[in-house]
């Protein structure tokens, strides 16, 4: 934070060396393309900044992966924004916000040729849901509750962990 951005002036300690901005550069690593790509998102990702602190204890991966949703008994298409093994951010065009909870099918890409697309069931908790107007879709975060197949928790983190 700079001397012009501090809350009140009053309460700044009096010091000759200015306080240096932190650093809002993107990573020069950053993903180029919007084709599906699996990689720890930072502090800096969108989440973290619409919702401050962060409280998740899974690390988070940013993919672009097709998602089938049942919100409140409307069906409605969806896209993986970011994925975890405890929850996702979701894009969707229905706007969740009055919805406590809602069914996903996520359809995970296969890693290789020689495996096909596999589709995880999973209730989810809604955690939060804004417009987002750069997507120009609803974004919503949910924490996974309870998947219907047993096998599907360890495959999810497999795959997230090897991809």
């Known amino acids: 934070m700079s001397q012009t951005d501090t809350p009140d ?9 200015p306080q240096s901005a932190p650093s809002t550069a993107e990573p ?21 900044h619409l919702h401050g602190t962060e409280h998740r204890d899974s690390v988070r991966h940013v993919v672009r992966w097709h998602a089938d ?7 409605c298409q969806g896209i993986v924004h970011e994925i975890s093994e405890s929850g996702a951010t979701l894009l969707l065009e229905l706007n969740p916000q ?7 099918n996520l359809h995970v890409p296969p890693l ?10 999973v209730e989810c908790k809604i955690v939060y849901s804004i417009h ?20 599907d928790p360890a495959f999810l983190a497999s795959y997230l962990n090897g991809h």
């Open 98 to 104: 009055k919805a406590k909870r809602l069914s996903l």
């Open 9 to 17: 002036s009053a309460d700044a300690p009096d010091s000759a060396e």
């Open 132 to 151: 987002d107007s750069e997507e120009r879709l609803f974004r919503a975060g949910v924490n996974f509750s309870e998947f219907a197949n047993e096998s």
């Open 69 to 75: 949703v049942l919100v409140n008994g409307l069906a």
């Open 28 to 48: 020069q690593n950053a993903p180029a393309t919007a084709e599906p790509q699996a990689a720890p998102a930072t502090a800096d990702s969108p989440s973290a």
């Open 112 to 121: 290789d040729d020689k495996h096909g697309q596999h589709i995880v069931e």
